[in-house]
């Protein structure tokens, strides 16, 4: 038999307890026990299920919210546990995002693709940028690549930070009005430090092609569009959407999980306090004073939380861990009537640059975005605070931080300014969101290759290979794959469910 312990119970810690158990159930004498310090599951995934007091439900993630449909790993697992019907798509039809500007909205002109524009007559007319900024922009199609790759090179070999990036092939002012809140706001970083191989490769790759990110993405919505003529959706069929979700919110994956690899093998509300190596095995001591004796340890927790736990049985692993900053931020979910927000609801989300000076970095509208999120006559807002430029926020009181986020919303968005909240709900993320700063996959390569020298140890989470919701998940398989592989266990059945689910 082989003991896995896994610590952190976000959803890397629990698709490595849900692939042992399908291990287990194929055969392998395998079993697992996972402990996570808080009182609940999920980690970065919280959602909030409330009662309007006039009836009705809220459906509130105050996390993630959403992955990206492209990526495979939550439609198979939701398959292999045969919720993948309560899947949910954005509701496209109200899909716009506004940019703050000077104070004002201006609505994300049609044809940018990521922050470059493909099309003329939306960006000759936007009042997002100035001139002078949308002539630098054009001049991307002309600025010469930075060098020639080598052959067999890729962008790991050329990393840079998003900033260096964009500032150098469409100027400054495209980087603090769209691609800072854009890509520095998803993933919680600052892009003067933010990484491109470990982020957005594409974009380095796309100037080695293309020479010109606007003739890149250009390219890429040509393609797009050609595959959406060959392949029309199937009647009937739920409708793509960039992003996905689930009906009830995404803890719902978070509890099945939980259901399918056992609640009897989960310890919540206990946390790993130290790991030691014991001869050929591993002691895992818990704040409740227990030493668990395992073959295996699956660290998934957060960077911060990783580094302390494996400083001891190995400092090299701890020293890089150690180099993943993570930044900290809090959500606001407030829901107001809609008499109390007399303002055009056919957007998804409002994005607040840096450069705004505004401790609020962006706005959801989630009854906008997501159906069935509130109930008839209420609007969703979910406001986000803090992240890289203003790490404090989390000091605030929770009066402080509810009056924040809706002050911002009436001065921004048009809430009334007399209108109460009929729900509230605050979510701190300490530490939350790893930042992948330039060089990050080269730390990560030496992380994974001191760690395949150590048996039944592997780190797995959001900090390593990709910061989302399918990232993490796959983090967490893959984990298992290693400890057990450590063990000369080749889990055949398992890998070809995983391959038919695809
Ligand atoms: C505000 C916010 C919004 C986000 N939005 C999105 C989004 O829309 N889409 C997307 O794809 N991604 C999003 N992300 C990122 C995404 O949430 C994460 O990638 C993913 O949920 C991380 O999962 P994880 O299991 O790696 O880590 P976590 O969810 O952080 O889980 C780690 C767990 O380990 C536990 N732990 C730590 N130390 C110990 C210990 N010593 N003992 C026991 N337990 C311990 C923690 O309590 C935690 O529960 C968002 C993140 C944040 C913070």
Known sequence: MVDVVIVGGGIAGLGAAYKIRRAADAGHDVSFTLVEKDDRLGGKIHTD?????????????????????????????????????EETGTLDETKKTFIVKDGRLVEMPDGIMMFAPTKIVPMATTTLYSWPAKLRMALDLVIPRKLRWAPGETAQDHDESV???????????????????????????????????????????????????????????RMIEDMKRKYPPKPGARPRTFFSSFKLGLQFIIDRMADAAGRDRIRTGVSATALRRDGGRWAVTLSTGEVLDADAVIIAAEAWAAEALVREAEPAIADLVGTIPCSSSATVILAFAEA?????????????????????????????????????????????????????????????????????????????????????????????????????????????????????????????????????LESGERAVTKVLDDFGIALAEDVVEEKRTR
């Open 163 to 221: 900033e260096s990036l964009v500032v150098r092939r469409m100027g400054r002012e495209c980087l603090d009005r769209l691609a800072e809140p854009l890509i520095g706001g998803v993933n919680g970083s600052d892009p003067k430090d933010m990484s491109l191989a470990a982020t957005y490769p594409m974009l380095l790759d796309m100037e080695q092609k293309h020479g010109s990110l606007v003739r890149g993405f250009l390219a890429q919505r």
């Open 49 to 85: 299920i409330a009662q309007d007091p006039d009836g009705g439900t809220y459906i509130a993630d105050g996390g993630s919210d959403a992955f990206l449909t492209d990526k495979t790993a939550v439609h198979r697992v939701a398959r292999l546990l045969g919720v993948f019907d």
């Open 340 to 472: 109390d927000c007399p303002f055009d609801k056919r957007w998804h989300g409002i994005l607040t640059p840096a450069v705004e000076k505004r401790s609020l970095t962006g706005v959801s509208l989630m009854s906008s975005k997501w159906p069935d999120r509130a109930p008839e006559g209420r609007v969703l807002l979910r406001g986000f605070l803090g992240g890289p430029r203003d790490q404090g926020v989390l000091l605030k009181s929770d009066e402080e931080l509810i009056e924040l986020a809706r002050s911002q919303m009436v001065d921004l968005i048009g809430v009334k300014a007399d209108a109460r909240p009929r729900y509230a709900k605050i979510f701190r993320w300490p530490g939350g969101m790893p930042q992948y700063t330039v060089g990050h996959l080269d730390r990560v390569d030496e992380i994974e290759r001191l760690q395949a020298g150590v048996a039944g140890l592997a780190l797995a989470g959001n900090a390593y290979r990709g910061v989302g919701v399918p990232n993490a």
